[in-house]
């Protein structure tokens, strides 16, 4: 075992005994102590020294907030302070704080609850024995709502979470008379309701001070948590991404799912990810529902995500919801800001790389609010330094939105996202080439609320993505590869009662594919033979329900139906594939399909269904299954990650569609620690027409680039496990991922299996994050994964005295292991309190310099000083030598953040 690898080992067993061992000492000491009390008519006095005694810490509070003399009558045994002090001040709504030694208590603001009631009685006069509750949650501060906070009846499991807008119904019987709101990082708020009638209840939630511990008790907290759990789905909060080390400092929505058990990345310097065995087009991002189909900025080191503009993000590696549909494997759905209703406020940050600045506020108070986020790169000087010829290097990013809050039945969102990157250089010939690429979504929203219980959402969006590769900037010619996307879309939720949710929809969509084409001038240059462009419409239709069908048991079934048509004007090639053979092209049946004519078509029925199993608190049981379809696909036979070259073609009478069919078995444990839980996944997953390529396949300016594609079958199956604490001084995460990526096309490989470049069978990374300290935070990440295959030599032969290789197998060696651990430390300038914030970030990428090749080389030799020499020296005998690629060690960085 090299040092490399017992460093690794060490590194991996050192971090998991941290986080074991690493719930806030206070916490577990104090907080965790079991307190017995049994009085009856004591004072509160009494009780108070009791509990002080027995935790070994002291009270501190205002006699004007505590009546030391009130009589109280009180019995628990061997419980924790946390559930003594919520018994004790359950009815007295006082909040408590532990610092250091002592335990603060104080009055639990009161947060403004909006409730307006319509009181519906019979013809007898008497009040319904039901009624509904519904609404919106928000943030106190900025106004923006809150996905998938939870509320539920406090000590029962009845309860429900909120939809992608905020949005909640629950339908409650007369006896009901409070409700409890929760949210990840943000305090409880429990509210009387009454049973007069149907009532709009809005909570407005604020965040937990972040360097003080405070808690909140309600009776029953925490435990409804079977409407919110889902097999194989992840949260990931921008609070945690902000904090996480990052390449130059420059924070990366995408590149921080690394982090993530299943959730593969290429290596350094790359956002390329793969997602339990599937490949790269396998994973849809969505900004705001909208496909953003080659999120990298510089040939793939960073991501198109600003952070700032990020409000919320899901991942979903199976168990999909049947109102997501288009690819394999994931979905990274990705929810942006909407906009300050109260104030107005700026946010943004100044790195090595880049900066950015966000701004947001109401334009009409209560009704209008806007955001606005923007990026820019300024790396062309230091580029300039390296390479004297290039003439100018960025990227850049907007992101915009308004939001317009009508009544209360209606609500509007418009929002504009826009990604550029652009690359030029100068010529010896005096031209000049270069690289630009953009992303751009336009997106149109309507939520109407046609009753308490029916929500709505129409969505008008388009998508492009434009790549150009310029021969000549000058003379304006380059070649370039488009696709379009115009959507449709109706979403429906219907909260029937607190046991039954019924979501349907449909959408109609139309495509538009450019595999590339070469443009001399500006205007569009004939070679001969037609590389057509393609024209394909989608409908789709859905139904998903929930069932609660007791206070342990939860059910969710729903079925996906899809269309898919090919529609003119096109021209098609049909080709007949034999035994890999190339085919004259004089033998190859072409067909002309004019405008509008229907003339290939596509069907896929995708049911899902998953249960969810919680016997008590602190044991949850998921499974599911899950079938999905793809109708579009990325063609490229290059695995490099340093490139943007994204030429996406449908499925159609040459390429047939692809189905996936996911089984996934899960558990989770929620320990007596608070916020500490375990969690192990396995899953089973068949792919069927996956695409490979030939060998030597031609991909450019090819009209029979179909003939160059080969389709077979997938097999991916592995266990995830994740230890997770989310709350305390201390938090993180520590995953570990057993996995298996395999697939068979018949005519390679010999038609034997062989493992796919996801095939990542080791895979184990751990997040940290310690608040040591009021303005300080430390965080670290820890990555190891087993290398990436590739295709060595099985042999060689010398022609015209040059050795070369042959490639017999598929995928027959692998990359080092690759494993890299970064920090970051987080200090905070300004005083918490304080509306305005700024903070520095001092972060190191990869700590102790470890050098993971990206690629291998077999085409350079050695002369006798042992330098590599390009081309080979004819008059010694000429051996192949293999080189390895890398692309940086340490890379320490220092970035600096405000907002206010």
């Not at 594939?577 to 995708?606: L, T, W």
């Not at 184990?764 to 060595?792: D, E, Q, R, V």
């Not at 490639?807 to 890299?820: F, G, K, V």
Request: proline share 4%; glycine share 6%; aromatic share 12%.
């Amino acid at each position: 075992m090299n040092s490399d690898i017992r460093q690794a080992l060490w590194l991996k067993i050192s971090l998991l005994l941290l986080l074991l061992c690493a719930a806030d000492p206070l916490a577990a000491q104090q907080e965790h102590l079991p307190l017995t009390l049994h009085f009856d008519e004591k004072t509160m006095r009494t009780v108070l020294d009791s509990i002080e005694v027995q935790s070994g810490l002291s009270f501190s509070y205002s006699s004007r907030l505590i009546d030391e003399q009130e009589l109280i009558t009180i019995h628990l045994s061997q419980v924790n302070l946390e559930q003594a002090l919520g018994e004790l001040f359950r009815k007295r709504k006082v909040a408590f704080k532990v610092v250091e030694r002592q335990i603060v208590l104080k009055r639990a603001r009161r947060l403004r609850v909006d409730v307006q009631a319509s009181v519906v009685a019979d013809s007898s006069g008497v009040l319904p024995v039901r009624f509904t509750v519904s609404g919106y949650v928000k943030d106190a501060l900025n106004g923006e709502v809150l996905i998938g906070a939870t509320v539920t009846i406090p000590g029962g499991t009845v309860g429900t979470i909120t939809n992608n807008y905020g949005f909640y119904s629950m339908t409650l019987r007369k006896e009901v008379r409070e409700l409890l709101c929760s949210y990840v990082g943000y305090r409880n708020l429990a509210i009387p309701v009454h049973a007069v009638g149907n009532q709009t209840v809005h909570f407005t939630l604020e965040k937990e001070v972040a360097q003080l511990r405070e808690v909140t008790i309600y009776s029953g907290e925490g435990e409804n948590i079977i409407r919110t759990t889902r097999s194989s789905e992840e949260q990931l909060h921008p609070e945690a991404v902000r904090k996480m080390p990052a390449l130059f400092g420059e924070k990366d929505v995408i590149k921080s799912l690394a982090a993530v058990p299943g959730i593969k990345f290429f290596g350094d310097g790359s956002t390329i990810f793969f997602v339990r065995g599937g490949s790269r087009d396998q994973n849809m991002i969505t900004i705001d529902e909208a496909p953003v189909y080659n999120p990298t900025h510089l040939l793939g080191y960073f991501s198109t995500i600003v952070p700032d503009a990020v409000k919320d993000v899901t991942i979903y590696k199976g168990d999909f919801p049947a109102n997501y549909g288009g690819r394999l494997s994931s979905l990274i759905d990705i929810r942006t800001k909407d906009g300050n209703m109260n104030r107005f406020g700026m946010d943004g940050s100044v790195g090595l790389l880049s900066s950015r600045l966000s701004m947001e506020g109401p334009l009409w108070k209560e009704h209008i609010s806007f955001f606005m986020s923007g990026r820019r790169s300024y790396i062309t000087r230091p580029f300039q330094k390296w390479n004297k010829n290039i003439q100018d290097l960025h990227f850049s990013d907007l992101h915009l939105k308004l939001n317009y809050h009508i009544n209360s039945k209606n609500r509007v969102f418009y929002s504009i996202y826009r990604g550029e990157d652009n690359f030029e250089a100068e010529q010896r010939a005096g031209f000049s080439t270069g690289i630009n690429w953009t992303n751009s979504t336009t997106i149109l929203r309507w939520n109407h609320l046609f009753s308490d219980r029916l929500f709505s959402n129409l969505t008008l969006l388009g998508s492009r993505y434009d790549y150009r590769l310029y021969m000549n900037i000058q003379e304006n010619d380059y070649w370039n590869s488009r696709i379009d996307n115009l959507t449709l879309k109706y979403d429906f939720t219907h909260y029937i009662n607190t046991g039954y949710t019924l979501r349907f929809g449909f959408l109609a969509a139309g495509h538009f594919h450019d595999p590339g084409n070469i443009y001399l001038g500006g205007a569009e240059w004939d070679p001969g033979y037609d590389l057509s462009v393609k024209h394909t419409r989608e409908y789709a239709a859905y139904v998903s329900n929930q069932f609660i069908i007791n206070n342990e048991l939860s059910v969710r079934a729903g079925l996906r139906f899809t269309v898919w048509h090919n529609i003119g004007p096109a021209t098609e090639y049909h080709i007949i594939q034999a035994n890999g053979s190339d085919i004259p092209r004089d033998s190859i049946a072409v067909r002309e399909y004019p405008g509008g004519e229907v003339y290939h078509q596509s069907f896929a029925v995708d049911p899902r269904i998953s249960m969810v199993w919680q016997p008590d608190a602190r044991n949850i049981f998921k499974l599911s299954y899950s079938r999905t379809s793809q109708f579009q696909y990325l063609i490229t036979n290059s695995i490099s990650p340093f490139t943007s070259l994204e030429v996406w073609i449908p499925s159609g009478p040459n390429v047939p569609d692809q189905h996936a069919n996911q089984y996934t078995i899960g558990y989770t444990r929620r320990t007596a620690i608070s916020g500490l839980s375990f969690e192990i996944e396995a899953y089973y997953k068949k792919m069927k027409n996956l695409i490979d390529y030939r060998d030597h396949a031609h991909m450019l300016m090819n009209p029979l680039v179909e003939e160059e594609l080969r389709f077979g079958e997938g097999l991916a199956y592995g266990l995830e496990t994740l230890l997770k604490k989310d709350h305390g001084a201390l938090t993180g995460w520590i995953s570990y991922t057993l996995s298996r990526a395999i697939s068979e096309v018949e005519e390679i490989n010999g038609g034997e299996p062989y493992p796919t470049y996801s095939d990542r069978p080791h895979d184990f990374s751990a997040y940290l994050s310690w608040a040591f300290h009021p303005k300080l935070t430390l965080t670290g990440n820890f990555t190891y994964m087993t290398g990436a295959p590739f295709s060595t030599p099985t042999g060689f032969y010398y022609y015209d005295n040059h050795q070369v290789p042959i490639y017999a197998e598929r995928n027959n060696d692998r990359l080092p292991n690759y494993h890299r651990l970064d920090v970051a430390l987080n200090w905070q300038l300004s005083k918490p309190e304080r509306r305005s914030m700024h903070e520095l970030i001092f972060s190191v990428y990869n700590l102790y310099n470890r050098i993971n090749p990206v690629a291998l080389h077999f085409n350079k030799t050695l002369n006798e000083q042992g330098d590599f020499v390009v081309p080979v020296d004819f008059y010694t005998d000429p051996k192949l030598y293999s080189t390895q690629y890398y692309l940086y060690g340490i890379v320490p960085s220092v970035s600096y953040h405000f907002n206010f």
